[in-house]
């Protein structure tokens, strides 16, 4: 008999009017057309057509005059084509220009879903017994392009959910910054993604022993312009590019509401989606608290295992995740080192659930197999649906199986608090499986979590529904670790 859990009555649904400001080119020759017949207006006519654009827009936007100055300096390059000197257009004609380039993309149209919830960094100013939680959310807009966003609520004393609002002006990071890489390093990250040594020499051997993102753009470059290259090596100087674009930081600005911050790709790796965020609040040996996610970066072609960190939810930096058992998806933390270890579940055949130490939170060798499908309901494939929990009887890991007709259930298993290695049981029926209302959507026939919570002695657990829309589920902790163990 499966045990009771209960359904809450919040929806968090797709929101078409969350738009954020993206850059829209036309390539060159009609981006060229364009640039001419602005440059072409009277200084009376284009201030107008500025003026009346931010009338209707600016106040759907933060700092749009901006956003427009970012879009104009990205194209300023062709006035070379008409012989323009710069200082000759007025800040107006080019604020309108950008404006050509400018435009607005729905974060959420499509789909919201694959939540995980994490105790917030902030927990002044509450009653007993209540706790601040962020839950992220995939939200999928035109494209089929995955970004990561944000919403902020309270936990009460009796485990009811209450969320803020979300904000209507959404934002991207406002500062964007690559890292400095070190040449070796990176000599050996391509020898692992099987960049051939021919390859990775020609590029390589004009860089410095420390380089930035720009230097290793022109080093390509200079590869492409003076060889004739064959369609393998064109494929991995794409890779080699997009190493590059793997690592960056991200800033917000300190006037932003958390839900108005959204991830959005970034760089080449992730140009076709941030997939599967799983959130963790990471407790290091020294007490230190910083906030981890693992995701998958999508380019359209290839995916790439990433992290993300942060401390405060307004500075991100990101990384790829590297090493035998950084492949596939799948990878969840666990919230704290054991016996002097980082601890990954992961699933790098597709189908089992494997379990890795590592003195590198960057860097996953040997995975172990852990978990196999027992079940029917789970026989095409197990997997985890975020970080275990810790609880006085172990590692409470929810899991997700996927049955007949590619029906996702959640489930639940308990692995040794002190030898996480070990199972010391599963759910021999689902937890949760997906019902008349939540089987429709998006992808139906899916009920799939990206990280739970334990509160006033309940698992709070968001999840989403037919990867359209998201809920919560609560169920009594004792209960159901005496159902896995009975198992």
Not at 80 to 86: A, G, N, R, S, T
Not at 198 to 208: A, D, G, H, I
Not at 223 to 237: A, D, F, H, P, Y
Not at 420 to 448: A, C, S
Request: glycine share 6%.
């Amino acid at each position: 008999m499966r045990i009771s859990v209960y359904r809450s009555p919040i929806r968090f649904c797709p929101d078409f009017k969350r738009v954020i400001l993206r850059f829209h080119g036309y390539g060159p020759d009609r981006s060229k057309s364009i640039i001419k017949k602005v440059y072409d207006m009277s200084e009376e006519d284009a201030s107008a057509a500025l003026n009346q654009t931010l009338r209707e827009f600016a106040k759907r936007h933060r700092n749009i005059s901006g956003i427009f100055g970012k879009h104009y300096r990205e194209i300023r390059h062709l006035l070379k084509e008409f012989k323009i000197d710069e200082k000759e257009i007025s800040e107006k004609r080019k604020l309108l220009i950008g404006s050509y380039f400018t435009m607005e993309y729905s974060i959420e149209s499509a789909a919201f879903f694959n939540p995980s919830i994490m105790e917030a960094p902030d927990q002044t100013d509450l009653e007993e017994g209540q706790k601040r939680v962020i839950v992220s959310f995939r939200a999928v807009g035109e494209g089929h392009i995955s970004s990561i966003v944000f919403r902020t609520g309270l936990i009460h004393s009796d485990n009811s959910l209450h969320f803020r609002s979300a904000g209507t002006r959404i934002g991207q990071a406002g500062i964007i910054k690559h890292r400095i890489y070190d040449k070796e390093e990176f000599i050996r990250l391509l020898g692992e993604m099987q960049v051939s040594k021919k390859t990775s020499e020609l590029v390589m051997q004009e860089l410095k022993a420390n380089f930035v993102y720009d230097d290793l753009i022109e080093a390509v470059d200079e590869v492409v312009r003076i060889n004739q290259l064959s369609g393998e090596t064109r494929n991995e100087l794409k890779e080699i590019v997009w190493l590059a674009d793997s690592h960056h930081e991200m800033n917000f600005s300190w006037d932003t509401d958390i839900s108005e911050r959204v991830i959005f790709p970034v760089s080449t790796a992730e140009q076709k989606g941030i997939e599967d965020a799983r959130f963790v609040r990471f407790e290091d040996d020294d007490g230190s608290v910083a906030y981890y996610a693992t995701y998958t970066a999508y380019d359209g072609y290839t995916i790439m295992p990433k992290m993300i960190r942060t401390k405060d939810f307004y500075r991100f930096t990101t990384r790829p995740l590297r090493g035998e058992g950084a492949q596939n998806k799948n990878l969840a933390l666990f919230p704290k080192k054991i016996n002097g270890k980082y601890v990954m579940m992961s699933r790098i055949d597709g189908v089992n659930s494997y379990i890795m130490f590592s003195d590198s939170i960057s860097v996953w060798e040997n995975p172990i197999k852990l978990q196999e499908p027992k079940y029917p309901w789970e026989y095409v494939q197990i997997g985890n649906c975020g970080s275990p929990l810790e609880t006085s009887r172990g590692w409470l890991l929810i899991t997700h199986g996927v049955g007949p007709m590619r029906r996702y259930c959640l489930g639940a298993s308990l692995l040794d608090l002190d030898d996480p290695g070990k199972e010391l049981g599963r759910l021999k029926e689902p937890l949760l499986i997906p019902n008349k209302e939540e089987r429709e959507g998006y992808v139906p026939n899916v009920v799939y979590s990206c990280g739970a919570i334990i509160h006033n002695e309940e698992v709070i657990i968001p999840y989403a529904m037919s990867d359209y829309s998201s809920s919560f589920i609560t169920v009594p902790l004792e209960s159901l670790l005496d159902k896995i163990l009975e198992a």
